[in-house]
Structures are given as C-alpha cells and as structure tokens.
C-alpha cells in the first residue's frame, strides 16, 4: 500500500511563509493523485491543495488561491506545498493524501491514503 509522511510544518507570525513535504512509500507513485488537506481545532477537514488528476493542472481552494502552491517531484516521491502570506486561519495540521485514480476527489472521504498530518501555527 501508499505510506504518507508529512513534514515541515512549524511556527510562524502572519506574512511568513512554510514549505511542507510529504514522502511517498509506494511502487505506483506515478499514477497517484496526491493532495494536501488541513483541520483546524473544532472544524471538518478541508481541501487545500490537489492536482485534477495524476500530472494534471493544480486546484486550490479559494482561501489559498494566489498564495500556496502544490507541486510534486515524481523522482522523489515527494509532493510539497508552498504556503506564503500566511494567516491565522491558515492554522491547523495539514495532511497529505493520496489515490490511485486518473481524477483526483475534491472531498477527504474520496480519499484512500493518508499521512499522520504536521502542524501549522500562524500567530497574528
């Protein structure tokens, strides 16, 4: 099966920025969709980032567009998210999720794998 492990999440004030990574254990990385969610204290689990399918165009929710970008290395295995001008409500731990499908799910019940999630903490 897919092992997911996140990492990079941490501490920050308002306007700065984090990069978070997440490691793929698999053998069928290439035909993945991969995705980043996030849950803050008290709220339902939420889309942040995905690509529309294995290699496809990214998708961003609103609240994000313009300042977090989802890329992925095939050749490590790795998927990342590079969150700018943060803010508080961006505070919460963000997971990575994966599934082998050619059209990635918009919702985290869609979902087949996930990783133990990092936390973000953005301070005003």
């Known amino acids: 099966q897919v092992k997911l492990v996140e990492s990079g999440g941490d501490s920050v004030q308002a306007g700065g920025s984090l990069r978070l990574s997440c490691v793929a254990s698999?053998?069928?990385?290439?035909?993945?969709?991969m995705a980043w969610f996030r849950q803050a204290p008290g709220k339902e689990r939420e889309g942040v980032a995905r690509?529309?399918?294995?290699?496809?165009?990214?998708y961003y929710s609103g609240s994000v567009q313009g300042r977090f970008t989802i890329s992925r290395d095939n050749a490590k295995k790795t998927l990342y998210l590079q969150m700018n001008s943060l803010k508080p409500e961006d505070s919460g731990m963000y997971y990575c999720?994966?599934?082998?499908?050619?059209?990635?799910?918009?919702?985290?019940?869609?979902?087949?794998?996930w990783g133990q999630g990092t936390q973000v903490t953005v301070s005003p």
């Open positions: 999720a994966a599934q082998p499908s050619v059209s990635c799910p918009p919702t985290p019940s869609g979902w087949l794998y």
């Open positions: 698999t053998y069928v990385y290439f035909g993945l969709c």
């Open positions: 690509f529309s399918g294995p290699g496809g165009s990214p």
